[in-house]
Every structure is written in structure tokens, then in C-alpha cells.
């Protein structure tokens, strides 16, 4: 342990700020003076039973909000720009970023997942009260543009039967079903997102399977076509300039536009943390299951769709594609499987309206929470009689309507503009998170309360520091193929770049009107309020003890 970690200079804690043997009173937990983020968490035991989220639901809504249309559609557009192997390549490195940010999320959510808390609850509380500001409006911005994204993508696929109905027809539907789900109970939404989940599970692993058979010449036209795209036309789509540094940004590229598919999924186990059944038990579980998944889905499936369909294929996604966007589609097609065609596409769509799903709740959280702490109109704070924050969902459903651009523009174009918009506020959140954890770390340093974390991931904070560097150079150079020649637009900038100003006016305009340092120095942070709440609520729980082999293998599955 370095010395910097232990406090912000240097030196070691003052003996009256450490906690080393025993914690604070129980009574001190209920401090009226508690700064003004804590007011909008309940503490109390009857309300922190009040749960509806149980393992399965948790994982498979992190896991819903990953396989969407990022891996489906999107990864045809990368494919077609850059080729398979920096396409595969793009996605193994976003995982290792993904699995620093779920880990640090999954650590400080277990610590005190509290009900009522967001991922900017724990950067006012660790960090600084304008930063969480900027954080949380950032998150409901993304969340609201994954929703129109999402619904965009949907109506692609939906056009691939040409039945004639207008696209934002196709969008609309879409857009209702997401809305009636988010409206009812929070048990209902676990439950359909659960299923929206499993068909999403089993379609990727079918296609994995398919993907194979397909490659070994297992198709009715018995073509093994092997590894034979990366020969012709070649494995790599040189990028912007040719050689070796073609290559590279061709790789590049493919790692900064691979951070759609995962975007803002990691930090749906966060978000649930207080509504789960069992946190400190359900969330590594969920958190350690989700990234093996992930390996998984987007490890091998994106080695085998660059294998199915060759980069120059004009029906991959781009601004002039059509309805048969879906490299997995045109794979199945080629090899002469027509009648399955049809049925993947109807199961990618299931995923299309399973992450629009995610991401409406996702949002209209991160909204509800902000009033709740006095980041945004009181309004928003307004919930059924079941707690559902129904203003705060058609807020961030209203703001999905972005979708309605497919009236004016392709499908095709909406589609990556959104992409750029919500992958950029993505990587700014993550930048946020990251920050967040290396000063919730460094403060349970400073008060001895590092060995009491529930959860403890490896090669932190090591790790974290040198993903934030990562997560940094990709933010900065987002749009780099619009700066070059002929490839200067307008739009593609705005899109790419728009979101940087936008958080830095938030930031700054909230600390010109309410001042205050600019971190909190580490002695001032609180990481001991909640935590004997917590302690209790774990303390109260019991693991299920499965009563046959049946049950062994669902409580290692869910």
C-alpha cells in the first residue's frame, strides 16, 4: 500500500479521525447535521426491507443492458469499417475496461447499497457535490439517448420484413411497450426484464452455435467458410491512411465505437444495489457472473461474426444500408439458412426493446434521485403508491423520442449519431466513476476501514488508474477520423464532442453558484454513514440452502 493512498499529503490520520478497532455509535449514524446528499436515503430498517429485486433479476438486467443492439447491429457498422480482427480486438479491450468499472462499482455498491442510491450519490459523498451534479444530469442524458437508440434499432429490424409500415410506427410501438413496463411495479419490470434477458441469452449462445456449424460447413450450401474472410478480402480494413498505421486506427477505432455495446452496463448492478434482496450476497454475485457472460457473448461471438460475412458486404450497416443490417442475419442468409434468418432477426429485436427497456428504468432513477437531492425540480420526485417515480419515466421516455428522426433522416444515420452521443457520455461517466472509487478507497485507507469491505476486487487501485488513463485518451479522441481530410461534418462532430462542454458547463456553473472546495479533503469523507444500517440488513440474512440438484444448479445459474 503506497503511501499517497493512505491520505491526500502524505502523513498519517490524526487519532481522533481513525477508526481502527470499532466503529462509531449507532446512534451517530442518524447525525442531524448529515451533509444534504444523505437526505434523500432512507435509513430506516422498515425501508430497507422494502426489496423487490432478487439475483436473477439483477444480472440478467445488467446483462440486458449490455446485449442490445451494440453487438447485434452496431457491430456490422464496425465491421464494415475497419474488418474482423481489429473488430474482435476493439471488443476484448473494452471487456478489460468493462471489468475494471463493473469491479469498482460492484466494491462501493455492496459497501452501502442503500435504498435510494445512485452512482452520483456516491460522487457527492466522496468526491465533491458539483461533480455528482454534472455526473447525474450526464446519466440521464445518456440513458435517455440509449432509449432513442435502442428504439432506433428496433425499427431497423423491424423494417427487414418490408411490411410497409412506416418506420416511426415501428418506433413508436417500441417506445409504448418499454413505457408500460417501467410504469408498473418494480417487481413486474424484474420479471420482464428477467425474460426480455433469457431470450436474448439463449439467441446469442443459438448464433455461437450456429456461427460454428456454419464455419465448418454445416450449412445446407456445406460452405466452410473457415477463416477464409480474413483472407479475402483480408483480415484488417486499413483505416484513414494504409500500412501498419492504417491497422492501428483501424483497431483504434473499433476499441473507441466498441464502448457502445457496453455503455452504462456496469453501472446497472449499481442502480439496482437498492432495491436488491440480499445485497451484500446478490451483488458480487451478479457482478462476477456478469463478466464471465461477457467474455462469453462478446468474446466469441465477435470472433465469429468477422468470420461469416466479409467487410465489403453492402448490406452491413452504414449510412446507405438497408433493413438487413444485422451481420448475423446476412450470415445465416448467405449460407442458405432462409426460414432461421427470420427468427433471429425476431430475437434481436427482443433485445433492442430488453435494453430500451433497462436504460428507461436506468434513467428515470438517476432522474428520480437528483430530485430527490435537490439536482433537479422537486417534480421528478413524484411516485405511485407502489414508488414507481412515474414523472421521472415519462421525463427520460419523452426524451427517447429522439428516435422520431428516422422521420427526416436513415435509420442508419440516427442510429450512429445516437451511437456517438450516449458512447461519449458513457466514457465520461465511467471517468466520474473511476474518480469516485480511487477517493472512496483512499478514505476507508485513511479511517482503517479497508479490510471491512464486503467485496474486494484485485490489483486495485492500480488497476482503476491506468483504465482511467485508458478511458481518458478514448473520450479525447472519440471523433479523431472526423479531423482528417474529406471526412469533416458538422453533425458527426457535434455528435462525438457535444457532451464535453456540456458537462464542463454543469460542473462549473454548479461550483461558480455554490462554491466549496473542489475535492473534499480526505479526512471530511464519510464512509461511515449507513454502513451498521447495512451491517444489519446482512447480518438478518440467511443463503438459500438448495434441497436437490435441481436447485444446486439454478442458485449457480441465477
Request: proline share 6%.
Amino acid at each position: 500500500m503506497t503511501t499517497s493512498e493512505k491520505d491526500g499529503s502524505g502523513s498519517s490520520p490524526p487519532s481522533g479521525d481513525d477508526f481502527r478497532g470499532s466503529p462509531p455509535p449507532h446512534d451517530s449514524l442518524a447525525d442531524p447535521n448529515a451533509p444534504q446528499f444523505d437526505q434523500g436515503i432512507s435509513l430506516s430498517p422498515e425501508t430497507q426491507l422494502h426489496r423487490g429485486l432478487k439475483s436473477r433479476h439483477i444480472q440478467f438486467l445488467a446483462l440486458g443492458g449490455a446485449i442490445g443492439t451494440g453487438l447485434f447491429v452496431g457491430s456490422g457498422a464496425i465491421l464494415r469499417e475497419v474488418g474482423p480482427v481489429p473488430l474482435w480486438l476493439g471488443y476484448l479491450s473494452m471487456m478489460g475496461v468493462v471489468f475494471c468499472v463493473m469491479n469498482v462499482i460492484a466494491e462501493m455498491s455492496t459497501y452501502l447499497p442503500l435504498k435510494g442510491i445512485t452512482l452520483p450519490y456516491f460522487t457527492s459523498r466522496y468526491v465533491d457535490e458539483s461533480l455528482a451534479f454534472a455526473a447525474g444530469w450526464n446519466y440521464w442524458y445518456a440513458y435517455s439517448v440509449l432509449v432513442a437508440a435502442e428504439a432506433t434499432a428496433g425499427g431497423i429490424l423491424l423494417d427487414y420484413w418490408d411490411s410497409g409500415v412506416p418506420n416511426w410506427v415501428w418506433v413508436l410501438v417500441i417506445l409504448v411497450v418499454i413505457l408500460i413496463l417501467n410504469i408498473i411495479a418494480v417487481g413486474v419490470f424484474g420479471e420482464a426484464e428477467f425474460w426480455f434477458a433469457s431470450i436474448k441469452f439463449l439467441t446469442i449462445m443459438g448464433l455461437i452455435i450456429v456461427g460454428i456449424v456454419i464455419m465448418c460447413g454445416g450449412g445446407p450450401n456445406h460452405d466452410a467458410v473457415g477463416f477464409r474472410y480474413w483472407r479475402d478480402p483480408g483480415a484488417f480494413n486499413e483505416f484513414i491512411v494504409p500500412g501498419s498505421a492504417g491497422r492501428f486506427l483501424a483497431y483504434w477505432n473499433a476499441f473507441i465505437k466498441a464502448g457502445f455495446s457496453f455503455i452504462t452496463s456496469p453501472e446497472l448492478i449499481g442502480l439496482a444495489a437498492g432495491e436488491a434482496v440480499a445485497p451484500r450476497r446478490n451483488l458480487p454475485k451478479a457482478a462476477r457472473r456478469f463478466l464471465w457472460r461477457l467474455a462469453i457473448f462478446y468474446g466469441v461471438s465477435s470472433l465469429i461474426v468477422g468470420c461469416l460475412v466479409p467487410y465489403t458486404n453492402t448490406r452491413l450497416l452504414s449510412n446507405e444500408g438497408n433493413a438487413n443490417a444485422s451481420p448475423w442475419v446476412i450470415g445465416i442468409e448467405n449460407a442458405g439458412i432462409g426460414v432461421l434468418s427470420h427468427i433471429i432477426n425476431a430475437a434481436i429485436l427482443t433485445s433492442a426493446w430488453s435494453a430500451g427497456n433497462a436504460f428507461l428504468y436506468s434513467g428515470s432513477r438517476v432522474l428520480f434521485s437528483m430530485a430527490q437531492h435537490g439536482h433537479a425540480p422537486k417534480i421528478f420526485g413524484k411516485t405511485t403508491r407502489r414508488g414507481v417515480p412515474w414523472v421521472a419515466v415519462l421525463a427520460t421516455w419523452a426524451f427517447g423520442c429522439l428516435a422520431f428522426l428516422n422521420a427526416s433522416s436513415s435509420g442508419a444515420q440516427v442510429f450512429a449519431w445516437l451511437m456517438n452521443l450516449s458512447t461519449i457520455s458513457g466514457y465520461v461517466a465511467w471517468i466520474v466513476v473511476m474518480i469516485t472509487y480511487l477517493r472512496f478507497r483512499k478514505a476507508m485507507v485513511w479511517k482503517g476501514l479497508l479490510d471491512t469491505l464486503p467485496f474486494r476486487t484485485p490489483l486495485q487501485p492500480y488497476l482503476t488508474w491506468f483504465i482511467l488513463g485508458v478511458v481518458t485518451l478514448l473520450t479525447l479522441t472519440n471523433g479523431f477520423p472526423i479531423f482528417t481530410a474529406k471526412r469533416w461534418n458538422v453533425s458527426d462532430f457535434l455528435a462525438a464532442y457535444i457532451t464535453l462542454p456540456a458537462f464542463a458547463l454543469l460542473y462549473l456553473g454548479h461550483k461558480v453558484v455554490y462554491r466549496g472546495p473542489w475535492v473534499k479533503p480526505v479526512g471530511d469523507i464519510d464512509v461511515i454513514t449507513g454502513k451498521q444500517e447495512m451491517d444489519d440488513l446482512t447480518a438478518a440474512d440467511e443463503d438459500p440452502v438448495p434441497k436437490n440438484v435441481l436447485q444446486r444448479i439454478w442458485f449457480w445459474i441465477a
